[in-house]
């Protein structure tokens, strides 16, 4: 699996938009990128997942340049509620062997500050 | 919905006594994961259930650690005797299909001390 390299922390205001980058130089050609976002004390859960381009939902953005080797996550207007850890994931999809094991680096600290 | 549960929430057990750790996946879900995060480690896989069966478990560190779906519901994972390196948090998962990404379902973990 592609190894993902992400900052560890992060700090932003309310209102502001925050772009976290993940480096994945070793992505192989039918890898995915997910986010996941982690609240304390709780389990991670889906944000985000594209192969290439630009992908948006409710939620946040994904931008992916062309050669694939990073994304940016990209969170609208912050509020203290996105306080969380943000984690970049780079596998296969589909079911195959070893598709299904999600690996999980260290993530992104978000703090949210008024 | 109701979303993955898992009991107990917090865990705190001497060395060489035994836990078992419950999880109860979302109904009609066939894939049910787990995962740990020892202390200050990353989050990793042990094992992935297709219904009853193991489809892979090259995650589970050791012999101490046993996980059983019986009936292909609800899954637990005991551990026999427990070390202090088992200290953590256990996670389990559940999918619809074994696809990655964004069908795994997480519930809020079990933590684990073990003094």
């Known amino acids: 699996l592609a190894k993902t390299t992400q900052p560890i922390s992060m700090d932003s205001y309310e209102g502001q938009e925050v772009n976290i980058t993940c480096s994945h130089n070793n992505i192989a050609t039918n890898d995915y990128i997910t986010w996941y976002q982690q609240f304390p004390s709780q389990g991670p859960r889906f944000i985000i997942q594209?192969?290439?381009t630009k992908v948006t939902n409710e939620v946040a953005s994904l931008f992916i340049p062309a050669d694939r080797k990073s994304s940016t996550l990209s969170l609208p207007r912050v509020s203290l509620s996105d306080t969380a850890v943000y984690y970049c994931l780079v596998g296969p999809e589909g079911s195959g062997a070893g598709s299904y094991q999600l690996t999980f680096g260290k993530g992104t600290k978000l703090s949210v500050i008024p | 919905e109701a979303g993955v549960t898992q009991f107990p929430s917090h865990s705190v057990i001497e060395k060489g006594q035994t836990v078992t750790l419950r999880c109860d996946p979302i109904s009609g879900h066939d894939n049910l994961y787990w995962y740990r995060r020892v202390m200050g480690k990353e989050i990793k896989f042990l094992l992935h259930?297709?219904?009853?069966?193991?489809?892979?478990e090259s995650g589970m560190p050791n012999n101490r650690f046993l996980a059983e779906r019986t009936g292909g519901t609800y899954s637990t994972l005991k551990v026999q005797p427990a070390e202090l390196e088992d200290s953590g948090v256990y996670f389990c998962a559940s999918s619809q299909d074994p696809s990655f990404g964004r069908s795994q379902y997480f519930g809020p973990g079990t933590r684990l001390l073990v003094l």
């Open positions: 594209g192969y290439k």
């Open positions: 259930f297709v219904k009853e069966s193991k489809q892979d």
